[in-house]
């Protein structure tokens, strides 16, 4: 009888030997091989479709990769996420944020009617801070109404929301403009701030513990920017803070009705859905945030219900892992064809290292396994004259997602049929590529002598067998949005179940913050000789400047 971590070297024992094969294999040969492989290798959920025809890949494998899910009790871990056990066990924390997109009955079941109370408060709190600035009842300290508001956060606190309201631009609502300002750089600030009248501005502060050194230094210096022009008058109604640390929130200066919670079970990357989502919910609508979060339980009850084979994220995981820890190929080229996406690989990027670049397991023992690929990306057609030159012609495979809406949201149309084909012709280009001997009989056809065709013929050929997905809408909606990113967050989450780390907390990004709290105390007059010398020299060399 096996053990489950011998189930689980079997497993992946089994798969290690197909890779060996299909890293010599022709993704083309698998479509010559099977006449319904688009058909067999794609999917819809949630007005999604999903194409994995182009992926290295065949049946056998992904039923291997299905057998070890089942080995590792998948099945078992998604129950876990989803019924409020404490699976971020290295800080003893529930991981439900999808909570916050299901129905109040289910709120109540899994968190008791108490906290599920407290949603419906903060539900009701963004909802009615909308209306008011929709409708321009929101005033500022001199009684005029707002017209900006500035939301001040940084990672999770900031980046989901940006996303999607730039995602969202034909749903805007015209009577408030929403601005984010997450770096610290000053120059950030003020160039932010240039654009603005303190007497029209709203800021919204969000941060969990309200401590995080970028926000609270930018929110002060708003603050400031405030009192400067405003010195006379109370300026608290310009103030509203998320965060669940009130007692600093009220030291800084927001009335108490102003402050709306966070809880410990929504982590910083998945807390778009919570009042973190509230700048989106100004930009686009209470109503239209609320579409997202009903789009987003959708891909819940597909991820929880659906067999593995036939699972989205499920799948697009499995995949993942087979590229990223069989293959060999550490990287993930994320290709949104659509401008108003053009911000999500950076997302992304935050989402998928933050959660799975680690390199130790539940017992802190090595991951036999290679984990999160390197993510990155850029919008379509913008790639394709950058860095796509190296996915074509170098050694690296890289595995890419495409993204692509059918419908535009500009006037454009032939502009949008172009991009599609773009699309299209990239994914295929990366797949097929070109041999020398497509190569030398193009130039030949061109009429170019003996010589000029051996000499250029190298430099045009292109290896292909680049695998692939291509992720099409119908069109880019509130709800098919909240359907999409709910997608990646549960495909990061199988694949740390499948690797067996914690997807949940960041270690890595705290050591920085700690350094950064020392280092800035040396700048201040304090000595720290654990600092390497060259720390202590570029720390010199910043002061003696200063001086």
Same mark, same amino acid.
């Given at each position: 009888?096996?053990? %489950?971590?011998?189930?689980?070297?079997?497993?992946?024992?089994?798969?290690?030997?197909?890779?060996?094969?299909?890293?010599?294999?022709?993704?083309?040969?698998?479509?010559?091989? $099977?006449? %319904?492989?688009?058909?067999?290798?794609?999917?819809?959920?949630?007005?999604?479709?999903?194409?994995?025809?182009?992926?290295?890949?065949?049946?056998?494998?992904?039923?291997?990769?299905?057998?070890?899910?089942?080995?590792?009790?998948?099945?078992?871990?998604?129950?876990?996420?989803?019924?409020?056990?404490?699976?971020?066990?290295?800080?003893?924390?529930?991981?439900?944020?999808?909570? /916050?997109?299901?129905?109040?009955?289910?709120?109540?079941?899994?968190?008791?009617?108490?906290?599920?109370?407290?949603?419906?408060?903060?539900?009701?709190?963004?909802?009615?801070?909308?209306? &008011?600035?929709?409708?321009?009842?929101?005033?500022?300290?001199?009684?005029?109404?707002?017209?900006?508001?500035? !939301?001040?956060?940084?990672?999770?606190?900031?980046?989901?929301?940006?996303?999607?309201?730039?995602?969202?631009?034909?749903?805007?609502?015209?009577?408030?403009?929403?601005?984010?300002?997450?770096?610290?750089?000053?120059?950030?600030?003020?160039?932010? *701030?240039?654009?603005?009248?303190?007497?029209?501005?709203?800021?919204?502060?969000?941060?969990?513990?309200?401590?995080?050194?970028?926000?609270?230094?930018?929110?002060?210096?708003?603050? $400031?920017? /405030?009192?400067?022009?405003?010195?006379?008058?109370?300026?608290?109604?310009?103030?509203?803070?998320?965060?669940? $640390?009130?007692?600093?929130?009220?030291?800084?200066?927001?009335?108490?009705?102003?402050?709306?919670?966070?809880?410990?079970?929504?982590?910083?990357?998945?807390?778009?859905?919570?009042?973190?989502?509230?700048?989106?919910?100004?930009?686009?609508?209470?109503?239209?945030?609320?579409?997202?979060?009903?789009? !987003?339980?959708?891909?819940?009850?597909?991820?929880?219900?659906?067999?593995?084979?036939?699972?989205?994220?499920?799948?697009?995981?499995?995949?993942?892992?087979?590229?990223?820890?069989?293959?060999?190929?550490?990287?993930?080229?994320?290709?949104?064809?659509?401008?108003?996406?053009?911000?999500?690989?950076?997302?992304?990027?935050?989402?998928?290292?933050?959660?799975?670049?680690?390199?130790?397991?539940?017992?802190?023992?090595?991951?036999?396994?290679?984990?999160?690929?390197?993510?990155?990306? &850029?919008?379509?057609?913008?790639?394709?004259?950058?860095?796509? &030159?190296?996915?074509?012609?170098? $050694?690296?495979?890289?595995?890419?997602?495409?993204?692509?809406?059918?419908?535009?949201?500009?006037?454009?149309?032939?502009?949008?049929?172009?991009?599609?084909?773009?699309?299209?012709?990239?994914?295929?280009?990366?797949?097929?590529?070109?041999?020398?001997?497509?190569?030398?009989?193009?130039?030949?056809?061109?009429?170019?002598?003996?010589?000029?065709?051996?000499? *250029?013929?190298?430099?045009?050929?292109?290896?292909?067998?680049?695998?692939?997905?291509?992720?099409?809408?119908?069109?880019?909606?509130? %709800?098919?949005?909240?359907?999409?990113?709910?997608?990646?967050?549960?495909?990061?989450?199988?694949?740390?179940?499948?690797?067996?780390?914690?997807?949940?907390?960041?270690?890595?990004?705290?050591?920085?913050?700690?350094?950064?709290?020392?280092?800035?105390?040396?700048?201040?007059?304090?000595?720290?000789?654990?600092?390497?010398?060259?720390?202590?020299?570029?720390?010199?060399?910043?002061?003696?400047?200063?001086?």
């Amino acid at each position: 009888m096996f053990t %489950k971590h011998q189930k689980n070297s079997a497993s992946i024992s089994k798969l290690h030997d197909s890779a060996k094969q299909f890293q010599c294999n022709s993704i083309l040969s698998l479509f010559e091989q $099977n006449s %319904k492989r688009f058909e067999q290798s794609s999917l819809t959920a949630c007005n999604i479709f999903l194409d994995y025809s182009k992926q290295n890949i065949d049946g056998d494998v992904i039923n291997s990769l299905v057998s070890w899910a089942d080995d590792i009790k998948l099945s078992n871990a998604i129950t876990d996420m989803f019924s409020g056990a404490k699976i971020n066990h290295t800080e003893g924390r529930a991981v439900l944020h999808s909570i /916050l997109r299901a129905p109040q009955s289910k709120q109540i079941e899994v968190l008791g009617e108490q906290v599920a109370n407290e949603i419906v408060n903060a539900n009701q709190q963004m909802r009615e801070l909308c209306s &008011q600035l929709h409708k321009g009842e929101y005033l500022g300290c001199t009684g005029k109404a707002i017209h900006d508001v500035v !939301a001040i956060g940084i990672g999770g606190s900031y980046y989901g929301a940006k996303v999607a309201q730039e995602s969202l631009k034909p749903f805007h609502q015209q009577s408030v403009k929403v601005h984010y300002l997450a770096n610290i750089d000053g120059s950030a600030v003020a160039e932010k *701030l240039a654009l603005l009248n303190p007497e029209t501005t709203l800021i919204v502060i969000i941060s969990k513990t309200f401590s995080t050194q970028e926000t609270l230094l930018n929110a002060q210096s708003a603050k $400031n920017w /405030l009192t400067s022009y405003l010195s006379n008058y109370d300026i608290s109604d310009h103030f509203v803070a998320v965060s669940s $640390n009130i007692i600093k929130a009220k030291e800084f200066g927001v009335k108490e009705c102003n402050i709306l919670p966070m809880w410990d079970w929504v982590g910083g990357r998945f807390s778009l859905w919570s009042a973190v989502g509230l700048p989106l919910a100004i930009a686009i609508g209470y109503e239209n945030f609320e579409q997202m979060r009903a789009g !987003a339980y959708q891909m819940d009850e597909h991820f929880q219900q659906a067999p593995f084979a036939e699972n989205m994220p499920v799948l697009m995981a499995l995949i993942g892992i087979w590229n990223s820890s069989f293959l060999g190929y550490n990287s993930l080229a994320v290709l949104p064809y659509d401008h108003s996406l053009r911000a999500f690989p950076g997302y992304l990027q935050q989402v998928d290292m933050e959660s799975n670049g680690k390199r130790v397991n539940h017992q802190g023992n090595e991951v036999e396994l290679t984990t999160a690929p390197i993510v990155f990306g &850029q919008e379509g057609t913008n790639g394709q004259h950058a860095f796509m &030159q190296l996915m074509h012609q170098s $050694n690296e495979i890289i595995p890419a997602d495409f993204i692509v809406s059918l419908t535009s949201n500009s006037d454009y149309h032939h502009h949008h049929t172009m991009l599609v084909a773009n699309c299209f012709a990239q994914s295929e280009a990366l797949m097929v590529g070109k041999t020398l001997e497509q190569a030398k009989a193009e130039l030949t056809e061109q009429g170019l002598s003996v010589q000029d065709v051996e000499r *250029l013929a190298p430099h045009k050929v292109m290896p292909g067998n680049s695998p692939s997905n291509t992720i099409v809408f119908e069109h880019l909606t509130p %709800k098919v949005l909240g359907a999409f990113l709910a997608l990646y967050e549960h495909k990061i989450f199988v694949q740390g179940v499948m690797w067996e780390l914690n997807s949940f907390d960041q270690w890595g990004v705290e050591l920085g913050k700690q350094l950064g709290t020392s280092i800035l105390a040396v700048m201040g007059g304090e000595s720290n000789d654990a600092l390497s010398t060259s720390t202590q020299g570029l720390i010199a060399k910043y002061l003696d400047k200063r001086k």
